[in-house]
Each structure stands twice: as structure tokens, then as C-alpha cells.
């Protein structure tokens, strides 16, 4: 059986032109497939509020359809590298896709709790396939494209996909429930739809793995620990981003009395699109993470105000949304930074899925 | 978001939910960061 490295193959040895184009356009492809599964991460988020109506859930139950969705990322993460080893990262990204297809189909045929619960742990398996794979393979495909290219502008495209695509997934589905007939249907079909352009792109991607002949032993897989603080901060982080991705929508609808769906959407994109922006800014690593922390505090101050005043501020409490994703954004690149400047070369790979895994 | 819908089924409003995990998310991330860039700091 062939294994396939967990690190980018940086040296990787002279393509014809030929071949660089079909990475080139290989490198389109696994950008759209990965950006399409993680917008389905999101993508429910402002439904929830017509399905609480609709089958009178708790807000309890909507948070078991939450935690079941990072469970299920979460563990497949952890078993990500041995997934690609067996299967290549094009097949997982063509898994993931396929997996991705069959949750969202599972979602708009079965609207009862049961259905969203399934539906909503088969999409973490999905998210945790591309999640733990697509950067690798979209730094690969540059390389094979361009052997002169920077990594660094590769990486940059598949974090800002990663976060991007998170707000993606709301604002289509919010609008679409606005504005059709049939809000818990329709978004999903849309995806489908998405996700069979993506298999055929990804399945005329080549394959970028370097092939090695012989099959690495279990332990060789370099095991990071991340410093607690590093840990506590992302997870911080990320627990703000959530904070207001969770109960924007209850907000919106009952303090600031704005049912619209759209908006809900448009709420979460906002959040999301600050965090890719602040995750491109090139600043030192312990720079990044002050001025990341300065603007999650004042994001969650404005929140907490805008939310309690006497006539709750709708603008207040979008710029509060804005602060907290540039914040989260900020605080992820600078921790992880700072970890990966004290850390050697051969755990950098290891040390971001790690990150990647608190960040779920 | 876990700790804040389990808040919210016990009762407690979205405002008063909202305040309470602010500041345990405020504090983590004040304390975290101020954590990681001594470790920075102290390295040679």
C-alpha cells in the first residue's frame, strides 16, 4: 500500500508545463470543494431559529445539534493523517465532498429532530476530512504549479477559505430563507447542486502526495503538545466567535426585533469576513495577539451593551460582531504564531491541525 | 455556545447570558495572552 506524507512536499521534483496547468486548475478546484464544505458547517446556523419554531426545540436541543456537529469534527480530525495516508488527499477531499452531499441530502429529506441530529453529525465527519487535509493539498498543487511559488500565499488562501467560507454558509442560506418558499429545503438542494461541480472538478485535480514506498510506522507521526496558554487562548477565542454566532439570531429576532433571516446571515458573514481580513495582516506574532485581544474585549463590550441598553442598538451590535471576528481571527494567527516560532520545523504541521482541532 | 444555550434552558435571559460569558471569554483571553507573551518574553 502507498502512504502519503503528513507534510507538504516543498522539494518536490520538476513538472512538465502540461502538468503544472492541471495543477494550476487542480488548485481552483480543491479551493471551491473545501470552501463549500466548511460554508455547510455554518450553513443551518440561521434556520435554527425555524426549526425551533417549527418542532418547539429548547435551546438546549439546538446546543446538542451544535455539540454533535464538533464531536463528530473533532474525532475525525484526530484521525485525519491516516485517512490521507490510505486514500490520498484527493480522496479524502472527494469523501469529504460525497460526505458533505449526503449530510445536506439528509437534512432537506428529514426535517424532524432525528434528521438534523444525523444530518448534522454526518456534516462534522465531512468538515473534519477537508478541514484536516485541504491546506496541505492546496500548498501541494501551488508547488506542483509553480515550484518557484511562496507556500505562504497557499496557506493564506486555504485560512482565509477556512474562515471565509464559515460566513458564506449563513448569508446563502439566510437570504435564500428570506426570499423562497421553502427555507428548510432549499438552501441544502442549492448545496447539492455545489457539491457535484465540486466532485467533478477535484476528480480531474491530480493527486499531489508524495507516493512513498513503504508504509510509516504508527509512532513516526510527530505528537505536539500545545502549551496551555496557547491552548486557553484559542479556545477563548473561538468560544467568542461562537458566543455570537450562537445567539445572534435569538438576538436579532427578540431584543432587537429584526426576524429576518437574511440579516441573521449577513450578521454571522460579518463576524467571519473581519476574522479572514485580520488573519491577513502581517504583523509580529505578539503584536497580532494584543491587538487581537484589544478588540475582542471591546467587541464584547459593545455586545454586552448593545444587547442591555433600553433601546437595544442594532449598528452597536454589529460593529460588536465585526471586533469579535477581526478579535478571534487575530488571536488565532498570533498564538498560533508564537507557538510555531518556538517550535521546530518538523512540528509546525502538527502543531496548526492541533490548533485547528481547539479552534473546532 | 454550548455553556450559554445550557444557561439559557435554565432560565436564565439572553442578556444576563451574554454578560456572563463575555467576561469568562474577556478574562480567558486576557489571562491566555498575557500567559503566552511572558513565555515569549522569558525565552532566550
Redesign the interface.
Known sequence: MTAVSATPDVNAPAVPTAQRRQHRSGFGAAAFAFLIVMAVATLPSPLYGLYRTRDHLSALTITVVFAIFAGSTIAVLQRDSSISARIGRRGTMLVAVATMMIAVGVLAAWKDLPGLLIGRLVTGVSVGLAAGTAITYLIELRLRADPKASPVRARTIGTAVTIGALGVGPLIAGCLAQWVTQPLTVPYLVFIALGAIALIGLWAAPETGPLATEKKPAGSRPKVRLPVPAAAGTLAAFSANGLFAGLSGLFLATTLHHASHALAGAALFLLFACGVVSQLATLQASRMLALGTVSMLAGLALLVVSVRLSTPNLAMFLIAGALIGAGSGAVFKGTTGIVLEASPPESRVAIRRTCSSHST | ??G???A??LGAS??N???G??I???L??????W???G??QA?P
Open positions: 455556545m454550548i450559554a444555550g445550557v439559557l434552558d439572553a442578556p447570558a451574554v454578560l460569558f463575555a469568562l471569554v474577556g480567558g483571553v486576557v489571562v491566555a495572552g500567559a503566552l507573551l513565555r515569549q525565552r
